[in-house]
């Protein structure tokens, strides 16, 4: 057993890097500024003890989520009392690591009153949201229906002789249900409606709904509200009360209908405004943006761990060195582990492009120019659901990558395993975002002589080219080239939406033929996306990266590139763009990458500088001392509170002293 006196194990491991570690923690961080905040504020949490997060996998529900309530409420005292900055705040908060109401609050009730809402809705809500004197959640998905959210059947009905909308849920598949803070939080819900006006049905709208009185929490009159029970997993997402909630003929004022969009006038009458109905579901194209970057952040979580204790952890050998190998020296470790370093590094560059791509955005629909909006929300809602796939099922790697003791909830895995994997669900289903990503590319082919492609579709304008020419990759090192991959995963999307959209176009256009052809749909959709993740890393890394970090970033970039070639390597056969042998050079090119990458791979995950604290887990500790760690750890297990097991009594010692035969026991 190691002696856990403080050595960092991992020492050997960190003297071997060749870049600049500071200079990529502060590029990995998104500059220095935010690197200096990210510092400060996981300290002020580490340092924190209302922050602990030990024994949270051992809580039952009700005291867990009394403590992240604590934690919460910490959180706004400590952001109130040290004045921090809301950067700074939402930082703190991050740190804070429990899925709670405020992400909600913050992350989607205040932004849809600021894009919904009038200025003077803007002047009268987001004050009290601000300062917290009301707490608001995202009430949309209801019992019967999540995805398909023109289905939702709460009305909002408008009574124009007391000036008032009447919210009600007719039927038990109207209940809302999921929202995140609704349970037992909120004091008022964001509820999406269809707004009734007259007899007239005029689709969903939405409107801020008080649930739960203001003085003592209880919840309002007619209204029914509560926590929709225990979820996947030990912590994970229980610490978040996602709730129910039922109407009954409740009356709200008719300023509370968010009116930017859309007006009901004082005398009943509907009034669109000429900016597009999907602006209203602004919220979810904000959310799904940051999506991206929380995906890195996850993913870097999981790589982190595993990498730090693959290069502790060490099984069998060979006649040429002493002692047992590193499991990080095994190819096949680094064939599953490395190409999930290198995504968590593609993530973060394409979230900071994300981020600029959003900021665009806005700026344009301030200007009424809606030109981009179909095409960051086909971005958002693609890379949202290929980035939250790919890091789910990356952290289940992880674990399997740390044997049997990545089992241990002391590994940090499963915890981290259950509170994401609900982000391929949340925030649209993987696999409808996939569907609006592939109509979106459809309408695109089909205009393509007419209007010219924009921004991540634009290679679709050079659809004829593409279609045409194939790979002139002739031995490995023509891989090394960021053009010639470009154009590979160019060519590959572009001929599989072509050959999809053709099959749709000699068909009789009916939604039957349409459905029989989503698999293809999505597989092209997911082409699209990875060629997004490619492009943009490449992109980034050719824009400002400093001298000190940019051959590692290179290398990782090629890494993801040739590792998404691979896996993938199928879809680029069926398309005729590469040959076989042009894969197998790829996959040679791929392990020269693994071969720069060993000797940094510990140095590449401490670049992401979790804490300890952070990271919550005995084998992705900072100095590399599992093993003391992990045997600490079975002492605060509370089955060894006692040393004879509670139970023995009962259950146990009747089965060890009854002395008899069994009646069907052979001997
Ligand atoms: C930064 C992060 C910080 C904090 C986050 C905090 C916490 C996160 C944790 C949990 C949050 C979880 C919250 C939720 O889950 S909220 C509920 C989310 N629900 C969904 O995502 C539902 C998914 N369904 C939909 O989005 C839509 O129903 C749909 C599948 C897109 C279909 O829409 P619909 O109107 O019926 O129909 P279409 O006819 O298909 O589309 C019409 C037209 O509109 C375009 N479109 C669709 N969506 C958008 C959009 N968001 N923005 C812009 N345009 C959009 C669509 O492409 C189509 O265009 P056409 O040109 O073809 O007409
Ligand atoms: C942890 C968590 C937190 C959440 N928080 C919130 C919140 O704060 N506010 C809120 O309003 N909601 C919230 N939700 C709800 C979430 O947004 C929905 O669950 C999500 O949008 C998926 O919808 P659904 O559950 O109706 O799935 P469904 O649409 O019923 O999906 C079931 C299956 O059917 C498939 N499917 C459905 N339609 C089609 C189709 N047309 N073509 C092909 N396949 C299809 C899907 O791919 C999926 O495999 C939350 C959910 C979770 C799990």
Redesign the pocket.
Known sequence: MQDGNGLDHLAGERAMAQFDLQAMKVYLAGGQREYEISTKMAQLVANDPVFSKEDRVRLARKDLYKNSLRKAGHAWKTILEKGLSEVEGLKLRHFVDEPTYTD?HWG?FIPAIKGQGTEEQQHKWLPLAYKMAIIG?????ELG???NVQGLETTATFDPTTDEFIMHSPTVTSTKW???GLGKASTHALVYARLITDKKDHGIHAFIAPIRSLEDHTPLPNVTVGDIGV?FGNGG?NTMD?GFLRFDHVRIPRENMLMRLATVTKDGKYVRSNKPRQLGYGAMVFVRQGIVIDASIYLSRAVTIAVRYSAVRRQFGNKDEPGELQVIQYRTQQSRLFPLLATAYAYRAVGFWMKSLYADVMKRLNDNDFSTLPEVHACTAGLKSITTSVTADGIEECRKLCGGHGFLCASGLPELYAAYV?AC?????N??LL?QVARFLLKTLSQVSKVRPVGTAAYLGNIKQLSTQNCKVSQGHDWLNTSVLLEAFEARSARQAAAVALRLAKGSGSEAEFQEN?PELVESARAHCQLILVSKFIEQLQTGTPEGIRKQLEVLCYTYAFSQLIDNAGDFLATGYVTGNQIALAKEELKHMFDKIRPNAVALVDAFDHTDDYLGSALGRYDGDVYTHLYKGAFKESLNDTVVVDGYEEYLKPVLTQNLWAPHSKL
Do not use: F, V
Not at 137 to 141: F, G, K, P, V
Not at 425 to 429: K, L, S
């Open positions: 909600l989607m959640c995202y009430a949309q998905t229906h999540g995805s999921w929202p995140g979820k997402y996602n609900p669900t949340y925030e649209g289903d696999t409808i569907l989503t």
